[in-house]
């Protein structure tokens, strides 16, 4: 309490006696070297537009529509006709999926790219041209090699070149934006099958202005 900087819990307080939040969370986060805890939580403002928990909403209607499936499977497989057309249905499905998933991708402040077994570039998020300076897909085919500078390619290679590479990765590692200059990136990695074959699905974050800072701090000291 004597090390407090900065609390809405005391206004809050007098304005609804006896207010609990319904959702709150703590963390500690590292900013130059010191370590700042903090509380968050919801204000009865967010509680009354947000309203009560749907879940059982959302759990029925799954419900209810994984047996209107069942049934749609059913009727469509009396005729090839049929199959088809259930066929050209899933397909949709899994057409809306990724593009959901793709939306999603888009809209996440981290650089993620996909890699196949040899460690060419299958697929990249917007953020990607953030972070690395490439535009849209011109990525794509590409090897990840060319995303760190040249005297780590070789260990990027024998990565990808490894029998039985690992299923997760945690690292800091050197990379190379579009215009030459070195960036360090944080990377995290998951190995998956993807229609069979094999995928390395990498999320980047570019953290080179708190390696910045941390220097400066150390200097400063």
């Known amino acids: 309490p004597q090390a407090l900087l900065f609390s809405r819990r005391a206004e809050l307080g007098a304005s609804i006696p ?6 709150a969370a703590s963390e500690t986060i590292m900013l130059a070297q010191h370590a700042w ?3 968050l939580s919801s204000l009865p403002a967010f509680e009354l537009a947000a309203g009560p928990s749907r879940t059982w909403i959302i759990g029925l209607g799954g419900g209810l529509a994984s047996v209107l499936a069942a049934a749609l499977v059913l009727v469509l497989l009396g005729t090839r006709q049929r199959a088809l ?5 899933m397909s949709q499905v899994h057409r809306d999926d990724e593009a959901r998933i793709r939306a999603v991708m888009d809209h996440t402040a981290d650089a993620i790219f996909t890699a196949d077994a040899h460690g060419r570039i299958c697929s990249v998020n917007q ?3 953030t972070v690395f300076g490439h535009a849209g897909d011109s990525l ?3 090897p990840a090699r060319v995303l760190m500078p040249e005297r780590v390619r070789e260990q990027v290679d024998a990565f990808y070149a490894r029998p039985d590479p690992p299923e997760h990765l945690r690292a800091e590692w050197p990379g190379l934006h579009r215009d030459g200059h070195e960036i360090t990136v944080r ?10 074959e094999t995928r390395f699905v990498w999320l980047i974050s570019d953290i080179s202005e708190q390696r910045r800072a941390e220097q400066a701090a150390r200097q400063a000291q």
């Open 18 to 23: 006896h207010w609990q939040p319904r959702h």
């Open 37 to 39: 805890s903090l509380r």
């Open 85 to 89: 057309a259930l066929a050209e249905s």
């Open 127 to 129: 953020a990607m041209a």
């Open 140 to 142: 794509v085919g590409q």
């Open 187 to 196: 990377v995290a990695m998951n190995r998956t099958e993807i229609g069979g």
